[in-house]
């Protein structure tokens, strides 16, 4: 048989269970607040299970089943809150609604929302779409010529690591019953540093990271001295992006 468990650690139960969202931590972190055995599992999901249905941790009286914290009236609250916010944390929609994170949980779950995360994409130009599809339509018509054009390319591109200013996907979760396909555009001119790598058939080659910000005098440099003297085959199609430093006058 289990230990009978007093208020105060019923009490610490659901607290700490609603701060890990997990029953192993609860008993993991036991100890640091009482000097009794740790409850079992089923203990902490039983005594949260009847806080989140009837809003006590005490034994019920057999005298019929009390009615569940998400009445109708409250699941209709926490319908129309999420819809019109759909990025409404967990937390705070549990906070709003008056309920616990877990109750919120099933009311979610019951009203058919789902959580997505963002999609995070390069902020991109009206025209960017336009060249990219015409670059698209163009090489797969050589390719169609030339099956063994891929051996002649060399691909490369830079990418930045930023050093702040960074988006959370678990922050950013969106609350809906289809996919909304959510996308956040990262701004290209956080600080960071840029770090270029090339790569073909014959291998990888890189990576190259520039100290400063990418110019033309600093990418012909890096491809003068760094990336043309470890190309082993000279005679390819060498394949960069639109950014400016790629097309300086020096380059």
Request: charge should be negative.
């Amino acid at each position: 048989m289990y230990a009978t468990r007093t208020t105060d650690e019923k009490v610490a139960i659901v607290r700490l269970f609603s701060k890990f969202e997990n029953a192993t931590d609860v008993q993991r972190v036991w100890t640091n607040y009482f000097d009794t055995t740790p409850p079992h599992l089923t203990t902490i999901s039983s005594i949260n299970k009847k806080f989140d249905e009837f809003g006590t941790i005490e034994n019920l009286p057999h005298i019929g089943r009390p009615s569940s914290v998400l009445s109708e009236e409250k699941l209709d609250e926490i319908e129309e809150r999420a819809t019109s916010n759909p990025q409404l944390s967990i937390r705070l929609g549990a906070d709003r609604a008056g309920i616990s994170k877990s109750s919120y949980h099933v009311a979610m779950k019951q009203l058919g929302f789902k959580p997505y995360r963002p999609t995070l994409v390069i902020d991109l130009n009206d025209d960017d779409f336009d060249r990219r599809s015409e670059f698209c339509e163009s090489w797969i018509e050589k390719f169609e010529e030339d099956p063994n054009l891929i051996d002649s390319i060399f691909w490369s591109d830079e990418a930045k690591f930023n050093m702040n200013t960074s988006v959370n996907r678990h922050n950013c979760t969106y609350w809906a019953r289809e996919n909304p396909h959510f996308k956040f555009e990262m701004p290209n001119t956080q600080q960071g540093i840029m770090v270029w790598c090339g790569i073909s058939s014959n291998g990888l080659v890189g990576p190259y990271f520039f100290n400063d910000t990418v110019t033309g005098p600093s990418y012909k440099e890096m491809l003068v001295n760094y990336a043309w003297p470890r190309l082993k085959n000279k005679n390819f199609y060498f394949q960069h992006d639109g950014a400016g430093a790629h097309y300086s006058v020096t380059v």
